[in-house]
């Protein structure tokens, strides 16, 4: 499965963005999906999951309470919207595909599929 994070762009601190996450080769209900960061100088970090069927969600400590993570299922798409972003919120981010599991996972190694990332900038 080939996977496309996009929606990324230059927000001003306090702003909001939504990310997409899209699939080709194999539907995306298939599977667990989380997205991670990666800033610059910096590793990459593990942000929020969902689970397959939607029901179950996982967010870093970092981005509880202002990003959230969701999936359309009729249009096969993995959601992260980000509200009231910081400065510190600017990085590339990556979708990432897992084979579902009974607890989603924060690990990057847990994730089979990774799409290439897209940037999003927090500045004034």
């Known amino acids: 499965v080939q996977l496309q994070a996009s929606g990324g762009g230059l927000v001003q601190p306090g702003g909001s963005l939504t990310l997409s996450c899209g699939a080709s080769?194999?539907?995306?209900?298939?599977?667990?999906v989380g997205w991670f960061r990666q800033a610059p100088g910096k590793e990459r970090e593990f942000v929020a999951a969902?689970?397959?069927?939607?029901?179950?969600?996982l967010y870093a400590d970092s981005v509880e309470r202002r990003f959230t993570v969701s999936r359309d299922m009729a249009k096969d798409m993995v959601y992260l919207q980000m509200f009231n972003l910081k400065p510190e919120d600017t990085a590339v981010y990556y979708c990432?595909?897992?084979?579902?599991?009974?607890?989603?996972?924060?690990?990057?190694?847990?994730?089979?599929?990774w799409g290439q990332g897209t940037q999003v900038t927090v500045s004034s």
């Open positions: 969902i689970s397959w069927s939607g029901g179950m969600t």
């Open positions: 990432a595909a897992a084979t579902p599991r009974t607890a989603l996972v924060r690990r990057e190694d847990e994730y089979d599929y």
């Open positions: 080769g194999r539907t995306l209900s298939s599977y667990d």
